[in-house]
């Protein structure tokens, strides 16, 4: 699929060889769908994974006073072992206070896990806009291009 307008939200896509599950669903074109497309044909990812209602990541964070739940994109898991919470956003969404307060919850929760003994992977955060997402060509031009938390 080359196209937004080939896309529908929701359906069931396949085909993925890196992907933990065979048959994986995104919410949009230019950021979840895209990513995956980037995590397939990049040599340096292992393995990914959507975050869904079976992969129960949640990051707590402030809305204002009030206490939400974030649910990320994907996990992906690199050639270095490193895992990374990765989070596809719209252009117009990178400045929203709620963006920038899961974002601020996120990297608080890497450094946090990070410095767990109990914790023995080594986990890093990726926030990446649309313009990043649909410029990158691999997993590394991703990186270079968003926002890395370790």
Known sequence: ????????RGYPYDGYAKSVY???????????????????KSATVRAWVRIDETVPLRIT???????????????????????????????????????????????????????????HETWAYLLASESVCGAATSWEALKSGGQVYR
């Open 61 to 119: 964070y402030l809305a204002g006073a009030v206490q939400r739940q974030y649910e990320p994109d994907f996990i992906v898991i690199d050639d270095a072992g490193v895992h990374w919470i990765v989070e596809g956003k719209r252009d117009s969404e990178m400045s929203s206070p709620v963006v920038i307060a899961k974002r601020d919850a996120a990297a608080a929760w890497v450094k946090t896990v990070n410095g767990s003994d109990e914790v």
């Open 22 to 40: 065979a048959i994986n669903a995104f919410d949009a074109y230019s950021t979840e769908f895209v990513l995956a497309d980037v995590f397939e």
């Open 1 to 8: 699929m080359t196209s937004s307008r080939e896309f529908t």
